[in-house]
């Protein structure tokens, strides 16, 4: 299967399948490579199956696509190794003919692989590189199911103790439920079973293409000493041919002779057997040795490691499973506390102004999000209405909203005017340093003793004007600035108009009229002011005929952004 793996970017290592003819990549939730980055566009770019082939093409992004480092201007055709590059995510394409690989998640490595990378290092140890196949081992093993390997194993001496002892460790590993139990335990039960065993290790993948390390080790004499290291060139072998691999005598071994931390370790005989995932790939390998030239390992002893490999490596995947469900608990509880934080940011009740009517919606795309709306009194009986569109979603852009609403509310308390209100609040942004990061807004001040409305427009869709003939008009689309953070010390104009009685201001982010259909419609601007338009009796009506529509129109499609809309207005005579 053709995919693309994020090398560089908001999750390395996370793969994307390609499996529909065209795969959208952009920032979009609903696009099949979703990049929830500010600089990458909504629908930024597209890869597309073509017989064999796969081409990538940019839809007219802001930044544009590159492949290799270079700029593309059309379809491009794509081999596997190819980089594509969004903004500052890069992709590495991998063909239908590129193998695969699932890893452990980082999880896996925790406390325990800590304690022990200290004390315990892989070495690359040959000392001139080398191609040829193993072929000097005294046994081997095929461990994989695939065409190289067996898909099983026998035991050939003493079967009832083997017997004994597998059933002892599955006992054991079926009793653990995380790694950090599973490895030590195992490692426990091969040093009853082995009496002499001097050293065992266990090695893994953290992740995905990362490269291996020692996750848990024991010694028959005590604490791991200082340095103690583990030949890359032993472990290599068994994971990529899957084998189990016994060297009666390791420090004269003629694959191992170029090896010069054999004979440092002074290793008599070992054993070395690949952990199998459930795709039938190499995650890792269990090592045991032994110092004692006169208690070597035999054939028997390495079908039983053989066996133990392969109960450990389902014990792995059903921990592995554990330890991830646990941790879905856990984000799933912060979510919540996250979602019940960020409503009670949202204002509880609109200004008591009177002759004024009011209505609001909130609803995020995901748990939490960032759209964001508040009143704000203040002195002389003013109120303000502020919206806004913080880029991204999900908890980092509800964290920016949550900081902004106080920067908000403190500069319009504390400036002269709005237009320097806005500034403030632009240039406290841009001093955080969020660089991928801005914020569209829309500021309204309104005073009821004149129903005088002075407006800031900080790159937001100018909000719609109802007047008490039904016409609608943008307000002062000419007034539009930059969007907050994108430039510090920003000058924001201003712009006045006076609301009559029966007219009102309608205020919306882009989740309305970006919202799409089964067919990947956009709702769209005229839409929206087409219903602004219809009569209403009331406030809450005129808001309620955008919601209804807008549902009619998308037909329970997923949303694919936040939406936040805010109408205000003065009572008809």
Not at 106 to 130: H, Y
Not at 207 to 215: C, E, G, N, Q, W
Not at 369 to 389: C, T
């Amino acid at each position: 299967m053709a995919t693309l793996r994020l090398v560089q970017g908001v999750e390395p290592g996370k793969r994307f399948p390609l499996t529909a003819e065209r795969s959208t990549i952009g920032r979009s939730s609903d696009c099949e490579v979703s990049l929830d980055v500010a600089a990458v566009s909504r629908r930024h770019a597209e890869v597309i199956r073509r017989g064999a082939d796969f081409v990538v093409e940019d839809l007219g992004s802001r930044n544009g696509t590159y492949v290799n480092g270079q700029r593309i201007a059309g379809p491009t055709v794509l081999a596997s190794g190819d980089l594509i590059g969004i903004c500052d995510q890069e992709f590495a394409f991998e063909g239908d003919d590129a193998p695969g690989r699932t890893g452990l998640t980082g999880m896996l490595v925790g406390n325990l692989s800590d304690a022990k990378s200290s004390l315990v290092q892989m070495v690359d140890d040959r000392k001139t590189e080398s191609s040829e196949p193993a072929t000097d081992f005294q046994a081997t093993i095929g461990v994989g199911g695939g065409a190289g390997g067996a898909t099983g194993w026998s035991m050939s001496a003493r079967p009832e103790v083997k017997l004994a002892a597998l059933i002892e460790i599955a006992k054991g590993l079926g009793r653990a439920i995380s790694i950090d139990e599973v490895l030590p335990k195992l490692l426990d039960s091969l040093f009853k079973v082995f009496t002499q065993a001097d050293r065992g290790f266990v090695v893994m993948r953290p992740a995905p293409d990362a490269p291996l390390v020692p996750v848990a080790a024991k010694t028959r004499r005590g604490d791991m000493e200082e340095g103690a290291r583990i030949s890359r060139t032993i472990v290599e072998e068994a994971m990529t041919g899957k084998k189990a691999i016994l060297s009666a005598d390791a420090a004269s071994d003629e694959r191992f002779g170029m090896a010069e931390s054999i004979a440092q370790f002074q290793i008599r005989s070992m054993m070395c057997v690949p952990l199998i995932d459930s795709e039938d790939e190499p995650m890792g390998v269990i090592q045991i040795d032994t110092l004692n030239q006169r208690s070597r390992f035999e054939q028997d002893d390495l079908e039983v490691l053989a066996a133990v490999a392969s109960l450990a490596s389902v014990a792995v995947d059903n921990a592995r499973m554990h330890d991830q469900v646990i941790a879905q608990r856990a984000l799933q509880r912060d979510l919540e506390l996250a979602t019940r934080m960020q409503r009670a940011l949202l204002p509880a009740a609109p200004p008591t102004a009177l002759g004024y009517a009011f209505f609001d919606f909130y609803e995020s795309a995901r748990q939490v999000g960032g759209d964001y709306y508040d009143y704000v009194n203040l002195p002389g009986g003013r109120f303000a209405v502020v919206l806004g569109d913080v880029a991204g979603k999900g908890v980092a852009a509800a964290i920016v909203m949550a900081k902004l609403s106080s920067d908000v509310r403190f500069a319009l308390a504390t400036e002269p005017d709005l237009a320097s209100a806005v500034k403030y609040v632009n240039r406290a942004f841009c001093a955080q340093g969020l660089e991928d990061r801005f914020v569209t807004m829309i500021y309204t001040v309104v005073d009821p003793a004149t129903n005088e409305v002075t407006l800031v427009n900080a790159g937001h869709m100018a909000p719609y004007l109802r007047r008490v003939s039904g016409e609608v008009l943008d307000v002062h689309e000419e007034i539009t600035g930059l969007p907050i953070g994108v430039m510090d010390d920003y000058d924001y104009e201003l712009a006045k108009i006076t609301l009559e009685p029966g007219e009102s201001l309608t205020l919306f982010t882009d989740g309305f009229n970006e919202a799409m259909n089964a067919t990947r419609d956009l709702y769209g601007l005229e839409r929206i002011a087409a219903q602004v338009r219809l009569p209403a009796k009331t406030i809450a009506d005129l808001g309620n005929n955008v919601i209804t529509d807008v549902r009619k129109f998308v037909n329970g499609f997923d949303q694919s952004d936040d939406m936040c809309l805010c109408v205000f207005g003065r009572d008809a005579d």
